[in-house]
């Protein structure tokens, strides 16, 4: 074969790599992440994961093709028809998790200190929730599926304030709650 033959096919693809990973990617990273659903079956919430891979793939020649990686009702009903992927389908980014999160702590303040939220530190500093028996929960600590749950019962609290108070109640014996000492008892006392 020639150097001409090589050097077309080598243009080609390039040409069609410029082409092809666009759309691949782009699919990859829509599709990517924990998603909440509602189920078809259940009209409960599940937590969802679509095969973002092979949504890349299948973007590169053609639309994306959509399939579950993982599902929170699986194993027992992985043989389900996976028309929970309508909904994703439809509305990829408001069925995201973080962005589910992201969104119902917009406008918010933090029930102890009241700061207001700004942009959530996915990374680190996260935001925690304040549940009902007064005890702070990280987002590590829920289920996917349970996230709704929990928003409809929990209140908004700041990185610092979810520290402040997992300390505290971790370490009872290292805190000293001077609250309860008023001014005037101090003054009092050391001016004897």
């Known amino acids: 074969m020639s150097f001409e033959f090589y050097l077309v096919v080598l243009v080609l693809a390039v040409v069609g790599l410029y082409l092809v990973v666009p759309f691949a990617a782009h699919a990859y990273l829509r599709y990517r992440g924990k998603r909440i659903i509602t ?43 996976q028309e929970c992927l309508l909904q994703v389908e439809l ?12 969104s119902w702590y917009t406008g918010k303040r933090c029930v102890s ?20 028996e007064g005890k702070t929960v990280e987002w590590s600590e829920l289920t996917p599926e349970k996230v709704p749950d ?27 709650d001077r609250s309860q000492i008023s001014a005037g008892i101090h003054r009092g006392q050391s001016g004897h």
């Open 150 to 176: 929990t928003l409809a019962t929990h209140f908004p609290v700041c990185w610092d304030c979810h520290i402040t108070e997992s300390f505290c109640r971790q370490h009872p014996e290292m805190i000293v």
């Open 39 to 81: 189920c078809p079956e259940t009209r409960r919430p599940a937590a969802v994961q679509v095969d973002a891979r092979h949504a890349a793939l299948t973007a590169a020649i053609s639309r994306p093709e959509l399939r579950l990686k993982t599902c929170s009702r699986w194993p027992e009903r992985e043989d389900c028809g």
């Open 91 to 102: 509305s990829p980014e408001d069925c995201l998790v973080r962005n589910m999160l992201t």
């Open 113 to 132: 200190c009241e700061k207001e939220f700004g942009k959530i530190a996915w990374l680190d500093r996260k935001p925690a929730l304040l549940s009902l």
